[in-house]
């Protein structure tokens, strides 16, 4: 094979210890992971915005407004915890450390379990965009609280599926890796 | 330690991928939580009509959710059933 770059790279990989490769790539899949913060993020500052419009609106009910805001951010956080989990997982008790195999496979493992914690972007966003609209419908008629609670949990339990794919694709990556055994 | 396979090579690039094909999980994740906002909004005005937002909601939502079983459909086959290792023979 000729020398090319991807060549010149692949072997100076290949020549660190499947230990140190192994541990390079889960530092970087612990950032990838942590990156699925912008959607708590925006969603909850979604959220917290329409708080404040709501209790401007009707001051009287402002705790109701208030109550709702949190419950709907409290979801919202939910993906932004699962990526933590998995950056932790991959710092503390990382179980592609003690994996016999191929290392660059094992390295790559570690890559794309962070990259697929990503996908928490999403719902984040989403279920917080659900929070302040909750937000924003109880502050106008506080007296249909439940109802209007009831729906966005729903909605925010739909927007929440694919987060749980992205984990479960983590933890499949992490824990019960088809790949590593394949070439063994 | 030994040179990087080509065999290998494929299996650390199927990893990455699959990490890859899940991002994809970020649009339905923002499209569903925006139809339940604006599900919530809806209740919030016409409350006797929760049945009927309720059914629409669900039902856009699971339009939305297609891509995001797109994604996970091809991190699974990378996984455990990834045809590019076959064809190297």
């Not at chain 1, 499947?18 to 612990?30: F, H, P, Y």
């Not at chain 2, 409350?47 to 959710?65: K, N, S, Y």
């Amino acid at each position: 094979m000729e020398e090319n770059f991807i060549m010149q790279f692949l072997n100076w990989l290949a020549s660190f210890e499947t230990k140190e490769l192994v541990a390079a790539a889960s530092c970087i899949g612990a950032g990838l992971a942590m990156i699925a913060g912008i959607g708590p993020g925006i969603g909850q500052g979604f959220a917290a915005g329409k708080g404040a419009e709501a209790v401007s609106v009707n001051e009287k009910a402002s705790k109701q407004t208030t109550m709702v805001m949190l419950l709907g951010a409290a979801v919202a956080e939910t993906s932004g915890i699962l990526a933590l989990v998995v950056a932790l997982i991959l710092l503390y008790g990382n179980p592609l450390m003690s994996t016999e195999g191929v290392s660059i496979i094992i390295a790559a493992s570690a890559i794309g379990a962070g990259l697929s914690m990503i996908a928490g972007i999403g719902p984040g966003i989403g279920q917080g965009y659900a929070a302040g609209k909750s937000t924003e419908s109880v502050g106008r008629r506080p007296k249909l609280q439940s109802s209007v609670v009831r729906t966005m949990f729903l909605g925010q339990a739909v927007a929440q599926t694919t987060g749980i794919y992205a984990l479960i694709i983590a933890l499949v990556l992490m824990f019960a890796n088809p790949l590593i055994k394949m070439v063994m | 330690m030994e040179p990087i396979t080509g065999k290998a090579l494929v299996l650390a690039c199927s990893a990455i991928g699959a990490g890859l094909a899940m991002i994809a999980g970020i649009g339905p994740g923002i499209g569903q939580g925006y139809a339940a906002g604006k599900g919530a909004e809806g209740v919030g005005r016409q409350p006797e009509a929760q049945g009927d937002i309720v059914r629409t909601m669900l039902l856009g939502a699971a339009v939305a959710e297609t891509t995001g079983i797109y994604g996970l459909i091809i991190a699974l086959i990378l996984l455990f059933a990834n045809p590019l290792v076959g064809l190297l023979g």
